[in-house]
């Protein structure tokens, strides 16, 4: 009969584990074990060449709100042409359809990485969009569908400038010309992005300006076996951070402020963002919405103040493009840090985040920031701890005892719970005591799961020996070729470490139950193998911590009955 549970229970947790896979696949994520299966990503008429996205947003049906941004149908192209510019920070191309910033590559060099290391953010390719694009609306005026002309001037930041200026003009629409200027600043990931708006016509006009981020659904590279957001957001002071998935805007279910005065609108993925940031105290509505399937945008319209003929109008507003560096983003803009995603936990992930962030400071290193911080949280708990290790350590004492309780009154479950209670109250044992102290610690445990996956200040960091970098799996090993997993040294002492724990702990009654939890150090060590060596470093100080802790304790519960004794 055992032995049939047993079975049961591997068929139970293998299926669990497929199903999850097969979730996360349905959901455009990588899959747990077939990492090269192609991902939804948006379909190749709206990622195709250049431009080739502006096409497919002008026939995409707007919202009310938005209605006009782009013209229902188009004239034929008029050739275009990419700009290459560079600066300090940045590498990257303006599409002069548009003026749209369709490259951007982040010269964000990591500790343990090499010099040359980059991220490209925005891209426009046959297989994925991401682009940032302006233009004006509520006439026949100039948008992301029309060639602006390049104004002559340098296109690279050079070692004795501080900024590098790039315009460009658009051709006369509606009685409509439009300048539209990038401003890039010497060690800022911020643009400042200034559209001056000319009224050569003999009407006076009344445009709406918009701003707007169109990304496809693609998934980017992450830790297998985690989660994290990938999306649009929107922010204000009244409603504060909206995060919308794509999944509820495919089925028009997408929760946010329409109308503000402040805020800003952003695309998260894992470690960097993107964001438009219109001027404080500037009316303006926001909107999220499918272009087409698997391409989407978010953005504000901003009304600009009629312009009479030979009158012009600026419309100005800044562009974070860069990694999600906690404190870098406090000083941009009000909320922006919160693109550095902790979901539920924010609340404590941030002072957490906050403490690691000043340990760091005194050590120099990442990887002894985990542990010091890891010590710190078991010594506050300790009280906590031991609680929950001495109720534990009571259970084990009188565990034989409570045995031959249930088999004594097996055929009589009310005589044998009535003589376990009996047993717990001569005893003084509480069997929940030892479970209500960890319940308090576990949001603690999960914030500080969350601070390690989410913090960018992990990415290439190192730690000591084989640790060259915090944010990837810890491969020391090799790698298994059945499931495509890196072999580390610290999920295996993660799994020795749980193994520990498990034999310090009372035994299930349940001898199938029992095997179960001798079972789960080697089913979550597979796990493990995926997950970012930083995040692995954290359960082997905290496991290799609890096992001293529980074992201190338990040697000075059973000295304390020995004296008496003698």
């Not at 003026?99 to 046959?126: I, R």
């Not at 800022?188 to 050569?200: F, L, M, Q, R, T």
């Not at 020795?496 to 060590?525: G, R, Y």
Request: aromatic fraction near 10%; proline fraction near 8%.
């Amino acid at each position: 009969m055992d032995i049939k549970r047993t079975v049961l229970w591997v068929i139970f947790f293998v299926s669990a584990v497929m199903l999850f896979d097969n979730w996360q696949r349905s959901h455009g994520r990588p899959s747990m074990f077939f990492p090269n299966v192609t991902q939804t990503s948006a379909p190749s008429a709206a990622n195709g060449t250049p431009g080739a996205a502006s096409a497919t947003a002008s026939t995409a049906t707007l919202p009310a709100a938005a209605a006009g941004v782009a013209p229902a149908t188009t004239a034929p192209a008029a050739p275009a042409q990419l700009v290459n510019f560079s600066t300090d920070v940045y590498e990257g191309q303006i599409d002069t359809r548009g003026g749209t910033l369709a490259k951007l590559v982040l010269k964000y060099p990591s500790p343990g990485k090499g010099a040359d290391e980059s991220v490209t953010l925005f891209d426009q390719s046959p297989s994925h969009t991401y682009v940032a694009r302006t233009g004006l609306f509520g006439g026949d005026f100039p948008n992301h569908n029309d060639v602006f002309t390049p104004v002559a001037g340098p296109t690279s930041l050079t070692a004795d400038q501080n900024t590098l200026k790039l315009s460009f003009e658009s051709p006369e629409k509606g009685g409509v010309k439009v300048v539209k200027t990038y401003t890039f600043t010497r060690g800022s990931y911020v643009i400042g992005v200034d559209e001056k708006i000319d009224n050569v016509g003999t009407a006076p006009v009344s445009p709406t300006a918009y701003m707007e981020l169109v990304r496809d659904g693609e998934a980017v590279d992450g830790p297998r076996f985690t989660h994290t957001f990938l999306g649009p957001a929107v922010y204000s002071d009244q409603k504060h951070f909206q995060k919308i998935t794509f999944s509820d805007i495919d089925k028009k279910k997408a929760d946010y402020l329409e109308t503000a005065d402040n805020g800003w609108v952003a695309m998260v993925q894992h470690y960097f963002a993107s964001a438009w940031i219109p001027k404080e105290g500037t009316a303006r509505k926001n909107y999220v919405e499918q272009l087409s399937p698997g391409l989407y945008r978010v953005g504000v319209q901003q009304a600009v103040a009629t312009i009479a003929p030979g009158q012009s109008a600026d419309v100005s507003a800044r562009l974070f493009a860069g990694p999600e560096e906690q404190r870098m983003l406090e000083g941009i803009a009000p909320g922006l840090e919160l693109v550095k995603d902790y979901g539920w936990v924010t609340i404590i992930a941030k002072p957490l985040f906050w403490l690691l962030e000043k340990i760091h400071g005194l050590v120099g290193n990442w990887g002894w920031a985990i542990v010091l911080l890891t010590l710190l949280i078991k010594a506050v708990f300790f009280p906590l701890s031991a609680a929950s290790y001495k109720s534990m350590a009571r259970m084990k004492e009188i565990t034989p005892r409570m045995q031959a309780l249930r088999e004594r009154f097996k055929s009589d479950p009310q005589k044998m719970n009535a003589a376990l209670m009996e047993l717990y109250k001569t005893e003084k044992v509480n069997p929940f005591g030892g479970c209500l102290p960890v319940v308090i610690q576990i949001p603690v445990f999960i914030s500080l799961y969350w601070v390690l996956l989410a913090s960018v200040e992990m990415r290439g960091a190192p730690w000591i020996l084989w640790i060259h970098d915090l944010s990837a799996p810890d491969s020391l090993l090799g790698t298994l070729p059945i499931l495509n997993a890196p072999i580390g040294l610290l999920p295996i002492l993660m799994a020795v470490s749980m193994f520990v724990q498990t034999k310090l702990n009372p035994t299930p009654p349940d001898p199938v139950q029992a095997k179960m939890m001798m079972f789960m150090p080697l089913a979550f060590s597979v796990m493990f193998f995926f997950f970012p060596a930083g995040l692995v470093l954290y359960y082997v100080v905290n496991n290799v911590l609890s096992i001293a802790q529980q074992y201190y304790i338990t040697r000075t519960l059973g000295g304390a009955k020995k004296k008496p004794a003698a």
